[in-house]
Structures are given as structure tokens and as C-alpha cells.
């Protein structure tokens, strides 16, 4: 059973668009929620991160919604550009155990 | 450059060998974890140690085995190799238990 569930599973936008990628899970016991990006050949690096008593935070063109009742979590990228193509990963976190969710492949088009 | 060290960087072997794949945290780092990541797939959790210590246990097949040494550094074993065992396997560590995980670039296994 996967404990966070990700779409889309790919996406493309043109640059200056906006990328949303959305998550939801099940176990209201995760309280911590970090969103990952993967360039290809590389390990995943943090991007942002939540704690659920937020409902929304910003780092630069990089958003994180939260919305407790609804179990659901998004990362908005703004402004978006070719050097944000990669994959993004979203997770949810339980004591010491992180879950990721499947992956995002996002493609920027100049 | 996260800091976390695996090696190797790939390795090549065939159906019911044994491997080990290593990883050295970032300094100060005390809790290690080992991922699976099958092609175009996500992050699957094996394993995680602290300082030593066992800590959590994910979807980890009885064939891989893993430990922590007392200098921080860990190690995956993967025996009885299946084609379907092929991946990237990633560590990542962290300084507590619940905070940022930093990964290593990966070993990329691959069983023929």
C-alpha cells in the first residue's frame, strides 16, 4: 500500500508557466512533509519542506500547500524554467520513517 | 555535493550473487537510510539506522541485510541476487531522525 500517492506522473510547461504537482495521504500521524527535486544521475536534494500546523509555505517561485483536512499537499512552481526540469518527489514523514510519493518527471519548454 | 559518500558507483553481477554496497554519511550525520529506486519508479524505504541502532525497517526483502558501524559508516548487503533486484539504491543521512535527509548520488546495481 502506498502511504502518499503522487500526480501527475509527468508534466510539461512552458517556461514562465505554472507547475503544480499534488499529493494526498492516508496516515494523519506524519507531520512532516518535504518535497525532493532529482536531476538525472543524482541523488534527490530537499526543495522545501511543511509542518502541518501551516497551511502554505514560500521559498523564492517555490510554494507549498497544505491542507490538513483534506490530506492533501502541492508544490506550486512559479515562473517556471528549463533548469526546473527534473523529477520531483514529494514525501511525508512518520517518526523516522520518510515516504515518498512516485515521482514527477516535469518538463520545462523554452 | 550532499557530503553522504556511496560506493560503488555501479557494479555489474549475475543472478545469485552477493554484493555490499557502502555509504558514508556526512560528518556529524548519526541516522542513515538505504532506498530503493527502481527505474521511473519512486523511493521504496528500506532500512534506517541511528547511530548504531536499527531503527525502522521498510519494505526490506530477507535476502538484503544492512548494519551501521561504530564510525557512522553502513553498509547493504543484497544476497541471493534476483534480475528484479536491479536499481539505484540510495542512502541518504541526517543528523536527527526527522529532519533533512541529504543523499548520496546512488549505486547503481545492475543483476544480469
Known amino acids: 500500500q502506498q502511504q502518499v500517492k503522487q500526480s501527475p506522473q509527468s508534466l510539461i510547461v512552458q517556461k514562465g508557466g505554472i507547475s503544480i504537482i499534488n499529493c494526498a495521504y492516508e496516515?494523519?500521524?506524519?507531520?512532516?512533509f518535504p518535497w525532493y527535486q532529482q536531476f538525472p544521475g543524482k541523488g534527490p536534494a530537499l526543495l522545501i519542506a511543511i509542518r502541518p500546523d501551516v497551511s502554505e509555505k514560500k521559498e523564492g517561485r517555490f510554494t507549498i500547500s497544505f491542507n490538513k483536512s483534506a490530506k492533501q499537499f502541492s508544490l506550486h512552481i512559479m515562473d517556471s524554467q528549463p533548469g526546473d526540469s527534473a523529477t520531483y518527489f514529494c514525501?511525508?514523514?512518520?517518526?523516522?520513517?520518510?515516504?515518498f510519493g512516485s515521482g514527477t518527471k516535469l518538463n520545462v519548454k523554452p | 555535493d550532499s557530503g553522504v559518500t556511496q560506493t560503488p558507483k555501479h557494479l555489474i553481477t549475475a543472478t545469485g550473487q552477493r554484493v555490499t554496497l557502502r555509504c558514508s554519511p556526512r560528518s556529524g550525520d548519526l541516522s542513515v537510510y538505504w532506498y530503493q529506486q527502481s527505474l521511473d519508479q519512486g523511493l521504496q524505504f528500506l532500512i534506517q539506522?541511528?547511530?548504531?541502532?536499527?531503527?525502522a525497517k521498510g519494505n526490506i526483502l530477507e535476502r538484503f541485510s544492512a548494519q551501521q558501524f561504530p564510525d557512522l559508516h553502513s553498509e547493504l548487503n543484497l544476497s541471493s541476487l534476483e534480475l528484479g533486484d536491479s536499481a539505484l539504491y540510495f542512502c541518504?543521512?541526517?543528523?536527527?531522525?526527522?529532519?533533512?535527509?541529504?543523499f548520496g548520488e546512488g549505486s547503481r546495481l545492475t543483476v544480469l
Open positions: 541518504a543521512s541526517s543528523v536527527v531522525e526527522d529532519g533533512e535527509l541529504f
Open positions: 514525501a511525508a514523514n512518520n517518526f523516522n520513517k520518510f515516504y
Open positions: 496516515n494523519t500521524a506524519f507531520d512532516y
Open positions: 539506522y541511528y547511530n548504531g541502532e536499527e531503527r
